[in-house]
């Protein structure tokens, strides 16, 4: 299972930035991809995820970021707008989990990081 991120970039805060998430190897019909982000000096959050039967937003992104999923180009997108400076980070997508308990535990397949920086 391979998992690339690729979109992040510098925005001023109140911009706008769309990740893609390009994943292959996954077999099985529903394959569940989640978005984390990791701030300087910070651990690791979950930000979304996405799969046939779940959706989930961190209380701290939901109403900005819009996740969504083309299973035929095999890509899962994350749109974020209004962007904070607290949203500055290095984003991952991750392999093969979606529900309420998201977590880093949940999650067996990651893609190298992109990074989202947003100016104040």
């Known amino acids: 299972v391979q998992l690339q991120a690729s979109g992040g970039g510098l925005v001023q805060s109140g911009g706008s930035l769309r990740l893609s998430c390009t994943f292959s190897g996954m077999y099985w019909n529903d394959e569940a991809i989640g978005w984390f982000r990791q701030a300087p000096g910070k651990e690791r959050e979950a930000v979304s995820c996405?799969?046939?039967?779940?959706?989930y937003y961190a209380d701290s992104v939901s109403g900005r970021f819009t996740i969504s999923k083309d299973n035929a180009k095999s890509m899962v997108f994350l749109q974020m707008n209004n962007l904070k400076p607290e949203d500055t980070g290095v984003y991952y997508c991750a392999a093969d989990f979606c529900g309420p308990r998201m977590g880093e535990w949940a999650y067996d397949y990651w893609g190298q990081g992109t990074l989202v920086t947003v100016s104040s």
């Open positions: 996405i799969s046939t039967r779940h959706l």
